[in-house]
C-alpha cells in the first residue's frame, strides 16, 4: 500500500475534498459516488459520510493509497 503524508493548516479537512485534493478522486461527485458506496475506510473502518472530518492523526485510504493527515 502507498502511504502519503498530507499537511493541512486548519483544523480539519472533509473527507471528500481529502480525495478530490490528493487526486484519488477526479471530482467532488466521484468521492462522493466512492465514499458512499462503502470504498473508502477512515482509521481503518469502511466509512460512508462524506462528510466526515479529518483532523492530524486521521488517516484515510482509497485504491491501495493510505493518506494519513499532517
Same mark, same amino acid.
Given at each position: 500500500? &502507498?502511504?502519503?503524508?498530507? =499537511?493541512?493548516? +486548519?483544523?480539519?479537512? =472533509?473527507? /471528500? %475534498?481529502?480525495?478530490?485534493?490528493?487526486?484519488? +478522486?477526479?471530482?467532488?461527485? &466521484? %468521492? =462522493? /459516488?466512492?465514499?458512499?458506496?462503502?470504498?473508502? +475506510?477512515?482509521?481503518?473502518?469502511?466509512?460512508?459520510?462524506?462528510? $466526515?472530518?479529518? $483532523?492530524?492523526? @486521521?488517516?484515510? %485510504?482509497? @485504491?491501495?493509497?493510505?493518506?494519513?493527515?499532517?
Amino acid at each position: 500500500m &502507498e502511504k502519503r503524508e498530507v =499537511k493541512i493548516h +486548519t483544523e480539519f479537512i =472533509k473527507l /471528500e %475534498a481529502l480525495l478530490k485534493f490528493e487526486g484519488l +478522486t477526479g471530482t467532488g461527485g &466521484e %468521492a =462522493k /459516488e466512492r465514499i458512499q458506496a462503502g470504498q473508502v +475506510t477512515v482509521n481503518g473502518e469502511v466509512c460512508t459520510q462524506r462528510g $466526515r472530518k479529518l $483532523r492530524p492523526g @486521521d488517516t484515510a %485510504a482509497l @485504491d491501495g493509497v493510505e493518506l494519513r493527515v499532517v
